[in-house]
């Protein structure tokens, strides 16, 4: 079998967002990570909690780790959609796994190892198959040896592969010139973008990276509705 006809044969998991699927081949490649980045108020939590409730639809648990928020604050701030959110969580459908409450609340800080060591045990504890992450950004100042950082990203992310997890990682978008660890490691890069334009709000989405399938690298148009946020095949403007 020829590489190209491979790569059209892999099975898709489906990213839960109306319209998202089609610009990558029909989903993301399953037991990869992913990126999801952007600045605050972009949808990047809210593009996360749809992926786990697709998941949950087709009877793949899903888990969310919260780097930072609190899971009552998630779930408060998501009952603005349709989601039937709280349905999946008491099912145990969706579990949401709170490291952050520790991590803040810590004397000393943990070594990269020692956080991917914590994600790990939650993720084989859970046996989830989708996994959000949500916001990756925030250890970057919580960590003792930062410069060990692009390493153990990339031991999690093989051992990710070999545990066939999807998993969706949440970063916070500082510079658009400056590319961190996670965009060379993750196999897939989705970029929200906003501007104002005539005093109103455009919102984006645009796909910067993603192996093993054919994409648009171009700028699509992204509305938020009571189903979650929707893109649309055609520019912004």
Do not use: C
């Not at 990213?15 to 600045?39: A, M």
């Not at 084989?124 to 930062?146: G, H, N, Q, W, Y």
């Not at 997890?165 to 978008?173: A, G, K």
């Amino acid at each position: 079998m020829y590489v190209g006809e491979l790569l059209k044969s892999m099975e898709r998991v489906s990213t839960g967002v109306e319209g998202l699927d089609e610009l990558i081949g029909g989903g993301l490649i399953p037991g990869r990570l992913y990126l999801l980045t952007g600045p605050p108020g972009s949808g990047k939590t809210t593009i996360g909690i749809q992926f786990l409730i697709k998941g949950a639809e087709d009877n793949e648990k899903g888990l969310y780790i919260s780097l930072v928020d609190d899971p009552k604050v998630i779930l408060q701030d998501m009952s603005k959609y349709n989601f039937s959110l709280l349905m999946h969580t008491k099912a145990r459908k969706i579990v949401f796994y709170d490291i952050g409450y520790n991590l803040l609340r810590m004397e000393e800080r943990l070594t990269w190892r020692e956080l991917f060591r914590k994600m790990k045990e939650a993720i084989a504890a859970e046996k989830p198959k989708r996994v959000v992450i949500d916001s990756f950004t925030s250890m970057e100042k919580l960590v003792a040896d930062p410069e060990n950082k692009r390493r153990e990203l990339g031991y999690f992310v093989r051992a990710m592969e070999e545990m066939g997890v999807t998993v969706l990682m949440i970063s916070e978008m500082m510079r658009s010139e400056e590319y961190t660890d996670e965009y060379y490691l993750a196999s897939g890069v989705i970029v929200m973008h906003h501007f104002m334009r005539n005093y109103s709000m455009i919102r984006a989405l645009q796909i910067l990276k993603m192996r093993g399938t054919s994409h648009d690298s171009n700028m699509k148009r992204v509305r938020f509705t009571t189903n979650g946020v929707r893109v649309y095949n055609e520019g912004p403007f």
